[in-house]
């Protein structure tokens, strides 16, 4: 090949990136240096995509911010080449690096309401950022075209929608605003960022679906980055696997996926939970056939708010939980699970209806008589970084609610702390830390541990895992199958990701609008779905196998 | 939200009439015959006798007070011996020293504040708000460490040595100015805006601090949210970014801010009045206060709370009109 031909093939890339490395650096000159990317190299062809995958910290995101230059300015060092649509990158003076800014690659971040302007209408932050790029373009001319790729992008109205502001769109509405106001500058590269991670699964497939539309129509790249290997699946054509800051694996999406070459890729894979198969994670489900009622529900109701604008959060929900059953709660944000959740354990008095645990009525009991029960139903919350006090030592944490049960000898508190500690798998030398010395899933273990400190019979975990990587969460999962088993627990798992609930759960428990569309054994429910619910949520869930994928969206937009 | 408003100012009733409650029964445990007072020095005992008659201040402490609540809410007349004067609702009293009604006294009183208020709000704003803002995009430098400076320094000056030190410059030693006189606006708009300049910039000097700190915090805050990132990452303007996008989400605490202390200085700047000689209701106070004219000490305290009561509620307002992701119930 000819230095012409190559510098040829190298114009008529779409992303070329060579020896990438970035650097941070924490506290000032005199603090540490994070390499969050360290020599990576790709490339992407016009019209074709490309899946960056990894763990939280691997550094896919910095790579997708590198792309634009976005690290400009912020004092992180980069290093290697980067070439976008025709532009050197790193050597563009500000004038060319905003023409490539949203005209030729444009950028959809992970969070939609955070990434949207709250005080300004979104067809006029469409307008301004289309006039950016369109300078001989009127204001009046510039909200048309607002409205038109909102229009393409199925927001409803779209006319009227365009005066909204944030706020009154939906999760999935606003992604598809953020989509618009990168459609609407006719962009040969879109740089998704997590794009789905923050909506709900039946929104996520409808997301997914209009980016494959939006290609399909356009002909532009995509850049997808995501931890979520199923949704890779079925939108790229290529995975790039990332971990700490080097690719590790990258081909075929196929290939990758089905056949994975490189360890850390196939424990990867081996990690996400399946929806369609029989729990890989061992002893999560307990043995069946223990039927001594531990907890029910009949009818239970719970509103909020005044007179006026009350709404019901959950609707004549009837449960029953039996001793060491693992009953899982499934349902979309909204859907009332987690006010059922914290009534479980009267976290949360109920407007109406009953609650016996073990035969006793305990849904109105007062504070003094709950005291004793109090104890034997506990709670694991979703996020381990708020729900644990940052000023008090993970030590103290585990061992307040043992003070508070009334234990008085300090020396054994703190030896039982420890304990409990060991059992969650922490070091218990680590009493005296604070939480922001660990990571998400040693935190994880505190909420376990504190939540274990009373000897509890029922443990209600709410979204236990879903801020958690897919390795971590894995074995989150393993030890709260294991304690399940060594300490005869019963729990009440819920979730929006159906694959975990299905990988825990002896019986599941599908809700939907404050109530429970259906309900029975996993197999069953999973398996054979009556209600057209539970059949829209199990077919909107991505699948691993990038043909299965193909198919599905096919079904669906027949459908 | 109309209705939000009106609860809000039905508790303001309520909390202005503990405050009169307050102030009654202050006054009356305060030492000196305001009967004495307003006699003059030369009265012989008969002379005050008949004044404290007149004043009504030899009846019990109830009795005055629910008089009072009774002029407030229908008005009220008061008999001077030959003549009967009549006071209309919301009559706040005669003053004991001069015998005019409270409330024409607030009401002659009022411009002189209002237009003190009002200026030095229009100068404090575009001080404290444009280095508030210059502070935030110039983090880190040099500009921003000279800004933070000075305004600690204006922060922590008195008025009244900033206050003097503006007249002894500009009026004594340069000779630009007037020494200030309130000319009414409605007499001579020129004259008036030359009058109130070294009150307004006295003021100003002492408020912006806040401001600048207010907005500096704030606009770092927006700065550092995901939407900023996204007009960065669509190739807009640093410009725009900041004036268009940073500066309007910072600006709702700044308004709310702005609205409480222009309540509380409707009650009157008493050092800022005191030290220009301006005649505007910190002014009367002060001097109300001297002579115990308890009907005057009375009618400004009211006057106060009730324009810091209201100020309350709409800077609520203000903030949910300017940010409308906050619904008020």
């Known amino acids: ?559 | 939200m109309t209705g939000y408003a009106l609860r809000r100012l039905g508790g303001a009733l309520v909390v202005l009439f503990l405050l009169t409650v307050a102030v009654y029964a202050l006054f009356y445990v305060a030492p000196g015959d305001p009967a004495k007072l307003a006699c003059g020095p030369r009265c012989n005992p008969g002379q005050i006798q008949q004044v404290r008659e007149r004043l009504e201040l030899d009846a019990p402490l109830l009795t005055q007070y629910l008089h009072f609540l009774q002029g407030l809410v229908a008005g009220r007349d008061f008999s001077s011996g030959t003549a009967v004067l009549h006071c209309d609702a919301p009559c706040l009293g005669l003053s004991y020293q001069s015998g005019t009604p409270v409330t024409e006294l607030l009401g002659d009183r009022l411009p002189v504040t209002a237009s003190l208020a009002l200026g030095a709000m229009v100068l404090w704003l575009l001080l404290g708000v444009g280095t508030g803002l210059l502070s935030a995009l110039r983090r880190g430098g040099t500009t921003e460490r000279v800004l933070t400076g000075l305004t600690l320094v204006g922060t922590a000056t008195p008025v009244f040595i900033t206050g003097l030190l503006l007249l002894m410059v500009f009026c004594a030693y340069l000779r630009w100015l007037p020494f200030p006189s309130y000319v009414p606006l409605s007499e001579d708009p020129e004259q008036w805006a030359w009058n109130l300049l070294l009150p307004w910039t006295a003021l100003a000097l002492l408020e912006s601090a806040k401001y600048a700190r207010l907005t500096r915090a704030s606009t770092l805050e927006t700065l550092a949210e995901d939407h900023i990132r996204t007009f960065r990452a669509y190739g807009v303007r640093e410009r725009s970014v900041v004036t268009r996008h940073a500066l309007r989400g910072a600006l709702p605490p700044v308004i709310a801010l702005t609205a409480l202390d222009l309540g509380t200085m409707f009650g009157g700047a008493m050092l800022t009045e005191t030290l220009f000689g301006l005649p505007g209701i910190g002014q009367l106070l002060v001097h109300s206060v001297r002579v115990i004219d308890l009907p005057v000490v009375v009618g400004v305290v009211l006057g106060t709370g009730a324009a810091v009561v209201v100020a309350g509620v709409v800077a609520d307002i203000l903030y949910a009109l300017a940010d409308r992701r906050v619904a008020l119930t």
């Not at chain 1, 991670?197 to 790249?221: K, S, Y």
Request: with cysteine.
């Open chain 1, 1 to 559: 090949m000819t230095s012409a031909d190559a510098s040829r093939a190298a114009a008529d890339l779409l992303v070329e990136v060579r020896d990438l490395s970035v650097t941070f650096h924490a506290g000032g000159d005199g603090g540490s240096a994070v390499q969050a990317v360290d020599g990576l190299s790709f490339t992407l062809a016009p019209g074709r995509a490309l899946g960056i995958v990894g763990e939280s910290g691997s550094g896919k995101s910095t790579v997708a911010a590198a792309l634009l230059d976005l690290h400009r300015g912020t004092g992180a060092r980069v290093g290697g080449t980067v070439r976008v649509a025709g532009t050197d990158v790193r050597a563009a003076d500000e004038r060319e690096l905003r023409r490539l800014r949203g005209g030729r690659a444009a950028m959809v971040f992970q969070d939609p309401l955070s990434s949207l302007d709250p005080y300004y209408a979104i067809g006029d932050q469409i307008a301004e950022v289309h006039r950016v790029h369109r300078p001989d373009v009127s204001r009046r001319a510039a909200r048309a075209r607002a409205v038109e790729v909102l229009e393409r992008v199925g927001i409803a109205d779209a006319p009227r929608r365009a005066r909204s502001r944030p706020h009154e769109f939906s999760g999935g509405m606003r992604q598809r605003a953020l989509l618009a106001m990168a459609l609407a500058c006719e962009p040969r590269l879109l740089i998704a960022d997590e794009p789905t991670t923050a909506l709900d699964v039946t929104v996520q497939a409808q997301i997914l679906d209009l980016l494959h539309d939006l290609r399909a129509e356009t002909g532009m790249g995509l850049l997808l980055v995501t931890h979520d290997l199923g949704v890779v699946a079925g939108s790229v054509d290529e995975v790039l696997v990332m971990r700490g800051g080097r690719a590790v694996e990258h081909g075929a999406v196929g290939e990758v996926l089905r056949t994975p070459r490189e360890p850390y890729t196939k424990e990867l894979l081996a990690a996400v939970p399946r929806v369609d198969a029989e729990p890989a994670v061992r002893g999560a489900r307990g043995t069946r056939g223990a039927d001594g009622v531990l907890l029910e529900a009949v009818g239970l109701r719970r509103e909020f708010g005044g007179r006026r604008n009350r709404t019901t959060a959950v609707d004549e929900v009837s449960l029953t939980v039996r001793e060491g059953e693992t009953v899982g709660l499934v349902g979309e944000s909204g859907s009332g699970k987690t006010t059922l959740g914290r009534m479980l354990v009267r976290l949360l008095d109920p407007t109406a209806g009953t609650l016996r645990y073990r035969g006793q009525d305990i849904g109105a009991l007062g504070d003094r008589e709950l005291r004793p029960i109090r104890s034997e139903l506990q709670m694991v919350f979703q996020d381990p970084v708020s729900s644990l006090n940052p000023r008090r030592s993970i030590g103290e944490s585990v061992a307040d609610p043992l003070r508070a049960a009334g234990g008085r000898d300090d020396a054994r508190v703190v030896r039982r702390a420890c304990e409990l500690l060991e059992r969650v798998g922490l070091d218990p030398a680590w009493y005296h830390r604070y939480p922001h010395e660990f990571s998400g899933g040693q935190r994880q273990r505190v909420g376990i541990a504190r939540a274990l400190a009373p000897g509890p019979r029922l443990l209600v975990c709410d979204e236990p895992v879903s801020a958690l990587d897919v390795t971590t969460q894995a074995q989150i999962m393993e030890l709260l199958g294991e304690l399940r088993r060594d300490l005869g627990l019963s729990l009440v798992f819920i979730a929006h990701d159906l694959a975990v609930v299905r990988a825990v759960s002896d019986r599941v428990a599908v809700m939907r609008g404050g109530r429970i569309v259906e309900e029975g054994p996993t197999g069953e429910v999973y398996g054979r779905p009556t209600h057209p619910y539970t059949k829209g949520l199990l077919a909107a869930v991505p699948v691993l196998d990038p043909e299965v994928s193909a198919d599905r969206r096919a079904l669906r937009a027949t459908a």
